[in-house]
T-cell receptor
Framework: GAVVSQHPSWVICKSGTSVKIECRSLDFQATTMFWYRQFPKQSLMLMAT?????????EQGVEKDKFLINHASLTLSTLTVTSAHPEDSSFYICSARPSGGAYEQYFGPGTRLTVT | GQQLNQSPQSMFIQEGEDVSMNCTSSSIFNTWLWYKQDPGEGPVLLIALYKAGELTSNGRLTAQFGITRKDSFLNISASIPSDVGIYFCAGPPQGGSEKLVFGKGMKLTVNP
């Protein structure tokens, strides 16, 4: 149980284009989902907290207009990287916290974004 | 903000050996979580701890929630090559936040 999927697993896009990443909880409902970014050999950096039916809460320094988050249902959150630039290239990972559960988060397999 | 100090940062061991790692905080945590991340993958939850003094096992893994609530450790017994990866401790900061604070990770290498 507690499976989270992400799509796509990797994507290459041109500078200036937008990319959408989907995060789905497959066997549980998640009122709250989280989006992280991870640089090589570093820990996870929280970008934003996504709550179903409300606006996402962004961490300090994360541009909300650049990283658009939508949590349309209890099993789906999307992250759209708008007007991507090479510095946005990174490993993006989502996680989901089961509704009514404790603090544990279940992570997706990640999406490798490369902007050329 | 609250930080978790995880040590050691890396370990190189022989297959069959036991390994221990720990995580400390300057403030109290009410939950401790241990994750493992393989290269190119997302972290996988190994063990969750909810009570001070709690000792929990998951196969060859054993984790404990420190009595002071400011530390936790994870032991892996009889290591095998597939134990290779990065192990993270994590916990929710005080104040009721849903967010998790992560340690910097411990990279484990197991030589067959």
């Amino acid at each position: 149980g507690a499976v989270v999927s992400q799509h796509p697993s990797w994507v290459i896009c041109k500078s200036g284009t937008s990319v959408k990443i989907e995060c789905r909880s497959l066997d549980f409902q998640a009122t709250t989902m989280f989006w992280y970014r991870q640089f090589p050999k570093q820990s996870l950096m929280l970008m934003a907290t996504s709550n179903e039916g409300s606006k996402a809460t962004y961490e300090q320094g994360v541009e909300k207009d650049k990283f658009l988050i939508n949590h349309a249902s209890l099993t789906l959150s999307t992250l759209t990287v708008t007007s991507a630039h090479p510095e946005d290239s990174s490993f993006y990972i989502c996680s989901a916290r089961p509704s009514g559960g404790a603090y544990e988060q279940y992570f997706g397999p990640g999406t490798r974004l490369t902007v050329t | 903000g609250q930080q978790l100090n995880q040590s050691p940062q890396s370990m190189f061991i022989q297959e069959g050996e036991d390994v221990s790692m720990n995580c400390t905080s300057s403030s109290i945590f009410n939950t401790w979580l241990w994750y493992k991340q393989d290269p190119g993958e997302g972290p996988v939850l190994l063990i969750a701890l909810y009570k001070a003094g709690e000792l929990t096992s998951n196969g060859r893994l054993t984790a404990q929630f420190g009595i002071t609530r400011k530390d936790s450790f994870l032991n892996i017994s009889a290591s095998i090559p597939s134990d290779v990866g990065i192990y993270f401790c994590a916990g929710p900061p005080q104040g009721g936040s849903e967010k998790l604070v992560f340690g910097k990770g411990m990279k484990l290498t197991v030589n067959p």
